[in-house]
Nanobody
Framework: QVQLVESGGGLVQPGGSLRLSCVASGFTFSTHAMSWYRQAPGKERELVATISSAGGSTNVADSMKGRFTISRDNAKNTVFLQMNSLKPEDTAVYYC?????????WGQGTQVTVSS
C-alpha cells in the first residue's frame, strides 16, 4: 500500500533553515508528481509546493517563494523541502502528498516550529 513517511521537522529559530524529507513506497514514485502541504493550528491545510514526476517543473506558493525549494531523488523515492529564512508564521505540521488515480494519500506529518 502507499506509504509516505516524513522526517526532518523540529524547532528552529527565526531566520533558520530546515530540510524535510519524505520517503515514499507502494507505488511507482518516478511517475507521480509530489507535493508538500502544511497546516497551522486553527487554519486550513494549504499547498506549499509541487514537483513534477521527473523533477523538471516545480511550483511554490507565493508566500514561500524565494525561501522554500522542492526537489526529489527518484532513485531514492524521496521528495525534499528545503526551507530557508523561516518565520514564526511557518510554524505548522508539514505533510507529504501524492494523488494516485483519484485517491489522495498523506503522510503522518512532521512538526515544524519556528520560535526564539
Amino acid at each position: 500500500q502507499v506509504q509516505l513517511v516524513e522526517s526532518g521537522g523540529g524547532l528552529v529559530q527565526p531566520g533558520g533553515s530546515l530540510r524535510l524529507s519524505c520517503v515514499a513506497s507502494g507505488f511507482t514514485f518516478s511517475t507521480h508528481a509530489m507535493s508538500w502541504y502544511r497546516q497551522a493550528p486553527g487554519k486550513e491545510r494549504e499547498l506549499v509546493a509541487t514537483i513534477s514526476s521527473a523533477g523538471g517543473s516545480t511550483n511554490v506558493a507565493d508566500s514561500m517563494k524565494g525561501r522554500f525549494t522542492i526537489s526529489r531523488d527518484n532513485a531514492k523515492n524521496t521528495v525534499f523541502l528545503q526551507m530557508n529564512s523561516l518565520k514564526p508564521e511557518d510554524t505548522a505540521v508539514y505533510y507529504c502528498y501524492v494523488q494516485r488515480w483519484s485517491i489522495r494519500y498523506w503522510g503522518q506529518g512532521t512538526q515544524v516550529t519556528v520560535s526564539s
